[in-house]
């Protein structure tokens, strides 16, 4: 394998891990905000809204470990030889 | 006495320990620290997600049984005056206020945005909150105008005899829950 291929895999991979830590972060700012809003609502009376929310942070929840899997997947293979990664060094 | 260089396996180096991580693989590092860390806050913010479901489900069977408690004679209070009383508990202060004749209401004193103790305005006729100017309705409670979110929990009132009780307080949003 030569060491252009690897720079491409591993730049490759950088940006899918850059991509992926962006969509987390965004996640996350969904789900503080949906926190926020949930107890505001909560102690306003509105009780109701408990379940809703608790649903769709759970399935932001989901998406933020499936970005975090899919991050160390792509770091992996980037470092993977044979698969257009490189051994990081012991 | 010149020293002589020390020769050991690359793994054995003093600095290898210190800094485990090959430059070029720093980056990857620092995103796998990042998402870690943003998957935790996740985890937490789920939690929050989960602990406010259980408080609803916990506080829907839970039914408060509050005290009576004599506040006041009617005798004591003038038309457009208020009064200071303590209920349920003794650091829980709460206003009674007289309308006119026949009508006293009376609200929780903490104001429902940061906490501070609202007085009556019998000019305005409404509760205000010095803080922020947050004022509420006199008549139920209601925000009129400023930052406080929700209307002033209302103090249930009983008349027996002349005498003012205090039995229970409704919360905004629980009325409609009944």
Redesign the interface.
């Known amino acids: 394998m030569t060491p252009e291929a690897g720079s491409a895999a591993?730049k490759r991979?950088?940006r899918a891990?850059?991509g992926?830590?962006i969509l987390?972060?965004l996640?996350?700012v969904v789900?503080?905000w949906?926190?926020m809003a949930?107890?505001?609502s909560?102690?306003?009376?509105?009780?109701g809204v408990?379940?809703p929310?608790?649903i769709i942070?759970?399935v932001?929840?989901c998406g933020?470990?499936g970005?975090?899997m899919l991050?160390?997947r792509a770091?992996r293979t980037?470092?993977t030889p044979g698969a257009g990664g490189?051994t990081?060094?012991? | 006495m010149s020293e002589q260089p020390v020769s050991c396996p690359r793994e054995k180096r003093l600095w290898s320990e210190e800094f485990s991580v090959a430059a070029g693989e720093q980056s990857f590092v620092e995103r796998r620290q990042l998402g870690k860390f943003l998957l935790l806050t996740s985890a937490a913010m789920f939690a929050g997600q989960l602990w406010l479901l259980a408080k609803n489900a916990f506080t829907e069977r839970v039914h408060t049984i509050w005290p009576r408690k004599a506040v006041a004679m009617e005798s004591d209070l003038a038309v457009g005056a208020a009064k200071v009383f303590s209920y349920p508990g003794p650091q829980d202060n709460c206003l009674l206020i007289r309308l006119d004749e026949e009508r006293f209401v009376a609200y929780s004193q903490k104001c429902t945005h940061l906490s501070c103790a609202v007085v009556y305005s019998a000019g305005n006729r409404r509760l205000e909150c010095p803080c922020h100017e947050g004022y509420f309705s006199v008549e139920d409670g209601h925000v009129i105008q400023g930052p406080p979110p929700r209307p002033l929990p209302r103090i249930e009132l009983e008349r027996s005899q002349g005498q003012l009780f205090a039995k229970g307080i409704t919360v905004f949003g629980e009325e409609e829950a009944r």
Do not use: K, Y
């Open positions: 591993r991979a950088t891990m850059d992926a830590m987390l972060i996640l996350l789900q503080i949906l926190l949930s107890v505001e909560w102690l306003a009376g509105h009780r408990a379940l929310a608790a942070s759970g932001l929840f933020c470990v970005l975090v991050a160390h770091g980037a470092r490189v990081p060094p012991r």
